[in-house]
């Protein structure tokens, strides 16, 4: 029987990085939540790192599996529980390297609590890098003062909605999440989220791109009549497939945009390398 270490030494998973800066350690990625989200945060996290050099970057491991069950029908009691596979795969990358992790996954982090329990690897919350990206906006230009509170529209699955754990994240940061809009959701995020998990991102792009008008329509009509709670100071990206289609837009926002893929990858960076920017450094 080949135990799981043994097992990623003899696939070269291990002994090349023992002899490069960082002792062995990895990154690890729990993406395939769709493969073209996971993909699409490992190439943001490579563009967020301060490398000159291959050898700078992070060393990563991506589980990329799409047959993990469905998040959704879990939720609604109508499928089986992704945990064990997951907790599954967790186990299989400390048992390769790796020391801590993120989820390309918003509506995965429902079970974030029982994955760091049973998986045993620290996990780093996207909910938390979220606020973080909102608290550093800096409405209208670069020298403006970074945002303190925010009132954001959360742009996710219905999972991620039920699921609840961005709201007291935000408020943690001092930033309010604005009511759930059915028809928005119906109209234009779900067919969007679905048309990526398809590859068809011109279609994505087109929905992801008619709801940022609706949204700013609801904000000027706000604005103009003085109701100061329902305006809007930054929409959230919190499905790992809507950046894809905000991508594909193709054309300025008329609203401000924090991508929650991309938080995430920035907070992978500050985790790694610590304090100092300079991957000659890294602790």
Same mark, same amino acid.
């Given at each position: ?6 097992r990623?030494?003899r696939? !070269?998973?291990?002994?090349p990085?023992?002899?490069?800066? !960082?002792?062995?350690?990895l ?6 939540? !769709?493969?073209?989200a996971g ?26 599996? /799409?047959?993990?069950?469905? %998040? ?5 009691? %109508? ?11 967790? +186990?299989?990358?400390?048992?390769? !390297? ?27 919350h ?5 606020a973080?990206a909102?608290?550093a ?9 970074a945002?303190?509170?925010? %009132? *954001? ?15 007291p ?9 604005? /009511? +759930?809009?059915?028809?928005?959701? %119906?109209?234009f *995020? ?18 992801i ?11 000027a009509?706000?604005? +103009? ?31 401000? *945009? ?5 938080a ?10 610590g /304090? ?8």
């Amino acid at each position: 029987m080949i135990t799981e270490p043994a097992r990623c030494h003899r696939l !070269g998973m291990l002994r090349p990085m023992e002899k490069t800066r !960082g002792n062995g350690r990895l990154l690890g990625v729990l993406g395939g939540m !769709g493969p073209l989200a996971g993909a699409d945060f490992v190439a943001k996290l490579i563009r967020a790192t301060p490398a000159a050099r291959d050898a700078d970057h992070i060393p990563v491991l991506l589980w990329s599996v /799409p047959q993990v069950p469905d %998040r959704l029908a879990a939720m609604d009691g %109508r499928g089986d529980s992704p945990v064990p596979m997951l907790v599954d795969a967790l +186990h299989r990358m400390a048992a390769c !390297g790796v020391d801590r992790v993120a989820i390309a996954c918003n509506t995965a982090h429902y079970w974030y609590d029982e994955l760091v329990a049973a998986g045993g690897l620290p996990i780093l919350h996207i909910a938390d890098a979220a606020a973080e990206a909102v608290s550093a906006l800096r409405p209208g230009d670069a020298d403006a003062p970074a945002t303190r509170s925010a %009132r *954001v529209v959360l742009l996710a699955t219905r999972g991620t909605h039920r699921a609840g754990f961005y709201a007291p994240r935000l408020a943690a940061a001092g930033h309010r999440v604005l /009511p +759930h809009d059915e028809d928005l959701q %119906r109209s234009f *995020v779900d067919p969007a989220i679905e048309a990526v998990k398809a590859c068809r991102l011109a279609e994505a792009g087109g929905l992801i791109g008619a709801a940022l008008d609706a949204l700013a329509s609801s904000a000027a009509r706000a604005a +103009h009549d003085g109701r100061d709670d329902e305006m809007i100071d930054a929409v959230l990206l919190g499905c790992t497939e809507l950046p894809l289609a905000h991508a594909a837009m193709d054309r300025p926002d008329p609203l401000p *945009v924090v991508d929650a893929t991309q938080a995430l990858a920035l907070a992978c960076v500050r985790s790694w390398f610590g /304090p100092s920017p300079d991957p000659a450094v890294q602790p």
